[in-house]
């Protein structure tokens, strides 16, 4: 069973607009939550993060919105950039587990147009 | 560069052999984990070192698989009598003893079976 889901496998969006990439999960223990991108051939990379204590979180163009009583987060990148085309992963982690393993979903490739 | 670094990058072996991988860590951080990534997936944990103490495994790890991680540093990862299911990205991630901590990739070890 999916624990963290990202439901659109594509995004297509005009460069200069806003891209929205959304994640749901359902274990209710998740705390934690995060974003990494990733190009072909290498390793994730960090993006942006949030605390379940938050309901925002905001670094340049790219904002994280976390609705708990929803399971939902969604990843706001204003304005999108041909450069942010790449696999989007929502990734969330239980602390009170004690490992802080990361559960991911399965990504988003978000192409970004000239 | 002070990220993530994995060897090889690249790995073919025919069915049947052992493989081992290498990761560095960056070097203040005390937890190194690995994932594995396969087509279409977004990474799963397989194990995780708290310094040298390994001290959560997944069920994906089968017996085939050990990690060591000798005094807390660099890690191994060792698969042994490869099979063609084996075949994925192996990656390795550090990050600090804290919570909330991001956690941050190496390039990955691709590995392919045959």
């Known amino acids: 069973d999916q624990q963290v889901k990202q439901n659109s496998p594509s995004l297509s969006v005009q460069e200069g607009r806003i891209s929205i990439l959304n994640c749901d999960y359902t274990?209710?223990?998740?705390?934690?939550f995060l974003w990494y991108k990733k190009y072909p051939a290498e390793g994730p990379t960090f993006l942006i993060s949030?605390?379940?204590?938050?309901d925002k979180n905001e670094d340049g163009r790219f904002t994280v919105f976390l609705n708990k009583s929803a399971k939902h987060l969604s990843l706001h990148i204003v304005p999108s950039q041909p450069g942010d085309s790449a696999v989007y992963f929502c990734a969330a982690s239980d602390s009170g587990a004690g490992s802080y393993q990361l559960t991911f979903g399965k990504g988003t490739k978000l192409s970004v147009i000239p | 560069d002070t990220g993530v670094s994995q060897d090889p990058r690249h790995k073919i072996t025919k069915r049947g052999q052992n493989v081992t991988f290498r990761c560095d860590p960056i070097s203040e951080h005390n937890r190194l984990y690995w994932y594995r990534q396969t087509l279409g997936q977004g990474p799963e944990f397989l194990t995780y070192?708290?310094?040298?103490?390994?001290?959560?495994k997944s069920r994906l790890l089968s017996d085939r698989f050990s990690a060591e991680r000798p005094k807390g540093s660099f890690s191994t990862l060792e698969i042994q009598r490869t099979e063609q299911g084996d075949s994925a990205m192996y990656l390795c991630a550090s990050s600090f003893v804290t919570g909330g901590s991001e956690a941050f990739f190496g390039q990955g070890t691709r590995l392919t079976v045959v």
């Open positions: 274990n209710s223990m998740f705390d934690y």
């Open positions: 070192f708290q310094n040298e103490a390994q001290l959560e």
């Open positions: 949030i605390s379940s204590i938050k």
